[in-house]
């Protein structure tokens, strides 16, 4: 018998699949900070700084490797189960031609910018084909739509954990820093292992997946606009590291990215909020605009919270916790940090706001907010370094978060009402409330 059969007997709820997700992110944060803080205490800022550059310059082409559409495979595995055969294959196909074109793109364009680095080109390129070996994280999204996330978290930290620990003891022993990179190979080749082997154990098998013409013209159809928005996001997000490594140096690359990496750790709340409530959203959606609207003005509220909770600490303590942990070599980054933490309440937003976006099919409008918190956010990092030096950058991704996340959405229709929902949902958060609803409903078991 499955698991999934067995799920009604206790009926797993929200609350639970939020826990294990939870978890993965608290493992996560343990793990990754305490590479980051060796590796920076081993490399120094300007050797931390090439790492970061070569690894925020895949990260520019990493939208490839999805195709945005993970989050239409969560709805649609959800809206009809009977098709995740079809799905399932058509997307694994489509994450194959997508990765390869990453790993290409990547390579070509940082071998313009870099012609002479050949250590940052050659992190670039482990990195970019470790890649390959998530072709079978689109297991991950069917597990999503069941909201047993537990397996997919078992699966990836189990390879996390050892990777994590093979990296820290390749680091204090002094190896050229491209061996720590070939880790993350190893990493997700055996996180896809075990996502296989869980998969097979709930009675599904990769064999069945077809591909279809139709439903993969289907998908693309409608994550176009999210390759390209998405893509523009982490432009917004990440392409200031590139710009500070080209007009600061990669010392100043090193001390953003230390900051950038410890705010990185409390980002994780929204990202697991916004996973366990995507199924959440999409039924309260089927059952009447009331409950959708009062679904996704908990979750704004949620993140309102959660911003709360983590920044204003965060603003006052900043600088006593990068010397604690990175030490006096990295001072200058707990300055950056207190910036960050303001940095939190747009970010938080942004990825709540996805769940609107994705039930509403408004990606055409995404790819419009995205290019123009993109553009904006290149133009302002360009004049204001000069003139701030890195702080400057943090400066221009406010600036562009708060263009592309609430004032573009006064000019759209479409939007205006989520974002009355989203500002009366700041101005009420202590109206939250946990919804538990029962999981099993609208979904059938199909083999």
Sequence with gaps: MTLVKNRAKPRRSLLVNTSWLFGDKMIRMVF?????????????????????????????????????????LVRDLVKDPKDEHELLGTAILLKLVGT?????????????????DSSVRLINL??????VFQLFDIIDYWFRAQMLSKYTVIAKNTAFVLSSTVKIILLLSGVP???????????????????????????????????????????MNHSWPLIL????????????????????????????????????????????????????????KMKGSDEYRQTLSNVYRLMFICFLVTSIPLF?????????????EFTEAGSLLSLFAIRLF???????????????????????????????????????????????????????????VFLLDLL???????????????????????TVPKVGENNHDTH
């Design 126 to 131: 482990i990195l970019a084909t470790a890649s």
């Design 412 to 434: 759209f229709k479409e939007v205006k009402a989520n974002l009355g929902w989203m500002m009366k949902s700041i101005l009420t958060f202590w109206r939250v409330y946990i």
């Design 229 to 284: 928005s998405s893509s523009a996001v982490y432009v917004q997000a990440r392409i200031d590291q590139v710009i500070i490594g080209e007009m600061l140096g990669d010392a100043a690359v090193g001390q953003y990215s230390v900051a950038l990496r410890l705010i990185e750790v409390l980002g994780f709340i929204p990202v697991v909020l916004t996973t366990a409530y995507a199924p959440v959203v999409t039924r309260s």
């Design 346 to 404: 747009f970010t938080n937003f942004s990825v709540a706001k996805s769940l609107f976006i994705t039930n509403e099919n408004l990606f055409k409008y995404t790819l419009l907010t995205s290019i123009v918190g993109a553009v904006t956010n290149v133009a302002l990092n360009y004049a204001l370094i000069p003139l701030l030096g890195v702080r400057g950058s943090l400066v221009a991704t406010i600036l562009s978060f708060t263009i592309s």
């Design 316 to 328: 006052f303590l900043s600088q006593w916790v990068v010397v604690v942990l990175y030490g006096r």
């Design 32 to 72: 990754g900070l305490a590479v980051s803080i060796i590796m920076a205490r081993v490399l120094g800022p300007e050797e931390l700084g090439k790492w970061n550059y070569a690894e925020s310059f895949f990260g520019m082409f990493l939208i490839f490797t999805t195709l945005g559409f993970d989050s239409i």
């Design 100 to 116: 390869l074109v990453a790993i290409v793109l990547s390579c070509s364009f940082i071998l313009l910018l870099r012609p002479e």
């Design 177 to 219: 820093i491209w061996v720590v990179a070939l880790c993350a190979h190893g990493e997700f080749l055996l996180g896809s292992l075990i996502l296989l082997y869980f998969f097979r154990k709930e009675g599904r098998h990769v064999h069945k997946w077809t591909f279809s013409l139709t439903t993969a013209r289907r998908i």
